[in-house]
Structures are given as structure tokens and as C-alpha cells.
């Protein structure tokens, strides 16, 4: 089976020269790629690491799902913990973000570590069901992020099953939080995952493509 890789790499690289650097090195992995914004264009990415609810108007700084969705990016992740932590995002900001990118047909990867952020976030959301092929969710502990200590695959395998008897078998789920090449096996394979979401990993090519390979 083919899994799906997202490459997240948050607030980085610093230049554009060095994220073409990047990018033009993994972009035949076939791996959803989400730069940051202001790199988007130059790059052609398909993946981006938020967006805003509004489609347009007087939001300063924001960048809307419509702005991604005429670009010709296909997934947005949504809920990243370090939203929720540093730019204080509730489950229900998130919810109207996810409302509007699936209205948009946009993909969206929502970041979770527990059950209650996906219940609470698609509450407001009457036909979620609709567009759950749309809907993929990731789940990030947070411990396990960024941290190098990635999450015990046998755990990890318990959310996995959790999150699908609230969703549904067909959605798919990703593990994310400390993925390398050493442990990306354990959790497509052991864990029966569908994808990894990688971050400090995606930074380096070489460490990446060899991710893809392996979760492939
Ligand atoms: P990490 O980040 O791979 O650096 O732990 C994962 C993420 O935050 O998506």
C-alpha cells in the first residue's frame, strides 16, 4: 500500500534560495510538501501549514483557504499544536478552518494528540461526513514533537485504532512527532498507519527521501 508522506516544514528554511534547494531535491518523492507561505509560489508546493477561514477582506497577515485553493495547493494542515500553542488556536477556530478548506475541496491534515479535539473541532461541521475523504488526520503527541522522543509504535497504534472508530476505517491516519529513517518503519508497517508527517526530518533531503522509501 502507498502511504502518505507530509513534509512539514514549519518556520523554516530562511531563504528562498535554500528552500528551492530543498524542494528541488524531494519533490519527485511524490510527498506532500508544505513550505511556508511566502514560499509557496516560487516553489509550485501542493501543501501548506494553515490558512484562515475568511476568503478574503480585512484580515491582516492571514492567508485564506481560497488564496491556496486558486494557487493549486491540495492540502492544508489545520489544529498543528504549535498553532494551538503559540498563536493560541481553540478546536473551534480550527473548525471554522476546517469548514471552509473542505467546502473549497481543499485536503485537510488536522493535527491532533487526543480524541476530543477531533470531536470538538468538527462540531460545527453538519456534513463532514460528506467530504471525510477529504479528511485526514494526523496524530502528533505532543511529547513526540520535536523532542527526538517519537512515540512507542504499540501506543501509537492505540490512537490509530481510536481515531478510526470515531471516523470511520476509511480515513486515513498519520503518525507524526520525532520520524526518521530509523523509526519511520515501525509506524507504517507495526503501527499500520497510513502516512508520516514529518518535520525536522523534511529539512534534510537525503533523511527524507530515505523516509519515503522506507514508509513506500
Ligand atoms: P517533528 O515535527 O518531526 O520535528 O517532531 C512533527 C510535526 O510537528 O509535525
Known amino acids: ?58 484580515f491582516t497577515g492571514e492567508t485564506s483557504f481560497l488564496m ?25 477556530i480550527i473548525g471554522k478552518k476546517i469548514k471552509a478548506s473542505l467546502a473549497a475541496d ?11 479535539q477531533i470531536k470538538n473541532a468538527l462540531k460545527k461541521i453538519e456534513n463532514w461526513k460528506l467530504k471525510i475523504g477529504n479528511l485526514v488526520i494526523a496524530y502528533e503527541p505532543l511529547f513526540a514533537i520535536g523532542t527526538g522522543k517519537a512515540c512507542p509504535p504499540e501506543r501509537a497504534e492505540k490512537m490509530r485504532v481510536a481515531i478510526k472508530k470515531v471516523l470511520g476505517e476509511s480515513v486515513l491516519v498519520l503518525y507524526g512527532g520525532s520520524v526518521n529513517s530509523q523509526n519511520a518503519k515501525d509506524y507504517v508497517a507495526k503501527a499500520s498507519f497510513d502516512g508520516l508527517l514529518v518535520g525536522g526530518a523534511s529539512l534534510k533531503p537525503k533523511e527524507f527521501i530515505d523516509i519515503v522509501k522506507i514508509a513506500c
Not at 43 to 51: E, F, I, K, T, V
Not at 70 to 91: A, C, F, P
Not at 106 to 116: E, F, G, N, T, W
Request: aromatic share 8%; proline share 3%.
Open 1 to 58: 500500500m502507498k502511504h502518505l508522506i507530509v513534509a512539514n516544514w514549519k518556520m523554516n528554511p530562511s531563504t528562498l534560495e535554500e528552500a528551492k534547494d530543498i524542494f528541488n531535491q524531494v519533490k519527485e518523492t511524490g510527498a506532500v510538501i508544505c513550505p511556508p507561505f511566502v514560499y509557496l509560489s516560487a516553489l509550485g508546493a501542493n501543501g501548506a501549514q494553515d490558512c484562515f477561514y475568511e476568503d478574503k477582506g480585512a
Open 68 to 92: 491556496l485553493k486558486n494557487l493549486g495547493v491540495e492540502y492544508v494542515i489545520l489544529g498543528h499544536s504549535e498553532r494551538r500553542k503559540y498563536q493560541k488556536e481553540t478546536d473551534a
Open 106 to 116: 481543499l485536503k485537510v491534515i488536522l493535527c491532533v494528540d487526543r480524541i476530543s
